[in-house]
């Protein structure tokens, strides 16, 4: 990553989902004042994913235009993305980041989650971004150049009380992101996750006022930033975790394990007798693909 004093996105088009509130308005703002052209997508509808409504969007832009930044609205659902990046190209002729970022919370606990509560939570997150990033693919591919920035959170990477629906909607974030990244290397389209925590209506109730002050979203936009400027060349299938001035690199770790002969003496039992390797993290390594798993069988054939 090349050392940058203030980042610019001039000429750039950026499309940002979910840009009427939260952090998508922090993000669109920002790329408004750093001469990108912005497409700020909101739905406008409540936080549980009811209702719709242009205002959202509108103010955004009124507020981007105001402030002299080039920026224009989409109203339509992220499960239609196509016609997010529709309106990036027919406003402005290109399309080069999308951060996806639009969300909605169906929390319950597992034991009363309904069908409705899991299939939209599925349709926004995974479905919007799948459907946001296929649309855009094609002019990366083309342009040999994009950045993508999905969105996780950490009720997806450590599990959450009453969020199974979100909690597996935003690992899927994570797959999703590594999956593009290896696709999208020799394109020179790079894909980060982002896993932020920061003052939101999705979490202005579980957070005490105090807390909710230090967690701006402002706070996660610098590193969305990094990760999506021309000055990021290498950084890809990434996970970050960022909120309130802090943010932190996470990655995969495997434990030492335990490697058995693959005949009939590979017995639950002697799993036991192993179990301590199985689960010894005190030499770890860090596993970037399956490729990585196969080297470990390699070692089968030296085993007495
Ligand atoms: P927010 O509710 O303020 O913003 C989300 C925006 O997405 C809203 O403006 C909403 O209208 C829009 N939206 C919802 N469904 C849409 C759809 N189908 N199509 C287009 N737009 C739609 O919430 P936020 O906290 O800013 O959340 C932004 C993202 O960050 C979400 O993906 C959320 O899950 C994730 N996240 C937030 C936190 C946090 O601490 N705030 C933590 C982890 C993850």
Redesign the pocket.
Known sequence: MAPAQELRFDGQTVVV?????????AYATFFGSRGANVVV???????K?EGQSTK?ADVVVNEIKAAGGKAVANY????NGERIVETAIKAFGRVDILI??????RDVSFKNMKDQDWDLIF???VK?SFKTARAAWPHFRKQKYGRVIN?????GLFGNFGQCN?SAA?MAMVGFTETLAKEGLKYNILCNTV?????????ETIMPPEVLQA?T?DRIVPLVACLVHPSNTDETGAIFEV?GGHMAKLRWERAKGALLRADESMTAGAIVKKWADVADFSAPDYPTGAANFLELLEDAQKLP
């Open positions: 989902t979910g840009a009427g509130g939260g952090l998508g308005k997508n909101d739905l406008g509808g409540s936080f994913g959202a339509d659902s992220v499960e996806n970022n639009a969300g909605i919370l349709a926004v997150h919007g969105t996780s959170s950490a009720a979100y935003k896993a932020p925590i920061a003052a939101s209506r999705l979490t967690l979203p909120g």
